[in-house]
């Protein structure tokens, strides 16, 4: 077969505040012959999806090996289908996920192929980079390493209730019987966290967190997705004991860090703050359990989600911009090919 064209997302330029697409990012164009490219043990794969995250925007800032290397692609994780293999658990034809570099074509080495699993088709690629992927697992993992179960009455409040993660921490909390706050910047996402079961949704933009925190009661649980002002209200609202679980910092990723001016209200009333990422220990706990449940419950609708499909490898910059500046409701998912 003639070479085919294989595009790239490449780190041209370390960010400052936010992301300049073909400045930040470039994306270019290599011919690949996917025929006889070399695979050394390991597999071929045409890229179908990824999944955009706010950490794509972090790794864009730092060195490696959390950053991405400057000058090379960006990777996150992906999906695609095997187009041809050399490696025993790899067959052509398998759907794949795992970490990926922003390319239409990816070559996995034989010493990467244990990062990648072989998924079928009960649910949708898309849904397995969001809800059951790596924000839903976020979720899960989260949720089940700090959420104490439910007495009646417990109240959890979630921020950025709307976006990827939060979305199904609202689900999980309301499965777990909490009565659930949730807040997010836009009205429709408002009757997007309603319909999730949230029993309180506002518009922090519109609405103080804090006077809708002081009507609705002592918070036991905080699913932090933001930080900043949104964390200060919560310690003032915190049961005492309360569980923090600190996921994510938003608030402070294109902008100026905020000073959280009562966190020493959080020794007195011992809250307890579990920062966590969902990896490594997580995922030795709760990894199987998440991939023999989460697929099952989206595929039956017990779980919902909504995701924003962005067509192109070349919108991968914009997708993760507007991630960021709050313009995504549920799952933003960007889409490589059809097959
Ligand atoms: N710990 C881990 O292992 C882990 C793994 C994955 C993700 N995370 C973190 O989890 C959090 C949620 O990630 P996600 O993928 O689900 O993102 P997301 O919530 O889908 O998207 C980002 C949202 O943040 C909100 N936002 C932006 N600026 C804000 C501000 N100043 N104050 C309040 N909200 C703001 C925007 O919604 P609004 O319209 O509501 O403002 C935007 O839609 C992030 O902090 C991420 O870094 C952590």
Request: with cysteine; net charge negative; glycine share 12%.
């Amino acid at each position: 077969m003639a070479p085919v064209k294989n595009g790239q997302v490449i780190l041209n330029e370390v960010p400052k505040a936010g992301i300049i697409p073909g400045q930040t990012t470039v994306y270019r164009e290599e011919n690949l012959d996917i025929d006889a490219t070399p695979l050394n043990g390991g597999f071929l794969v045409k890229t179908l999806t990824f999944s955009i995250d706010p950490v794509i925007f972090g790794r864009m800032k730092g060195p490696p090996p959390f950053g991405y290397t400057l000058g090379g692609p960006i990777n996150n994780l992906g999906g695609g289908r095997v187009l041809r293999s050399e490696h025993p658990s790899f067959k052509v034809g398998d759907l794949v996920t795992g970490m990926m570099n922003f390319e239409e074509y990816v070559v996995v080495p034989a010493a990467q192929a244990s990062m990648f699993e072989t998924v079928d088709s009960s649910i949708s690629l898309s849904a397995r980079m969001g809800a059951a992927g790596l924000s839903g697992k976020t979720a899960y993992y989260g949720w089940k390493a700090y959420a104490p179960p439910s007495s009646k009455g417990n109240v959890c409040f979630v921020s950025s209730g709307a976006g990827a993660v939060g979305s199904i921490v609202i689900q999980l909390a309301k499965r777990d019987g909490y009565k659930v706050i949730a807040s997010a910047g836009t009205d429709e996402k408002v009757s997007t966290m309603k319909d999730l079961g949230a029993d309180v949704a506002f518009n922090y933009k519109t609405t103080a967190t804090k006077d809708v925190l002081a009507k609705e009661g002592l918070i036991n649980v905080y699913w932090d997705n933001v930080g900043g002002a949104t964390l200060e209200a919560a310690i003032d609202a915190a049961a005492p004991r309360a569980h923090f679980i600190e996921c994510g910092m938003l608030s402070g990723y294109l902008g100026e860090s905020y000073h959280i001016k009562n966190l020493f209200m959080t020794i007195p009333k011992e809250v307890q703050l579990h920062g966590f990422i969902a990896v490594g220990w997580m995922e030795e706990n709760w990894g199987r359990e998440f991939r023999e449940t989460m697929p099952k419950l989206i595929a039956s609708g017990e779980i919902k989600y909504k995701e924003e499909l962005i067509k192109g490898l070349d919108k991968a910059a914009e997708a993760v911009t507007a991630q960021l500046e709050g313009k995504n409701v549920g799952k933003p998912v960007l889409i490589v090919a059809d097959e």
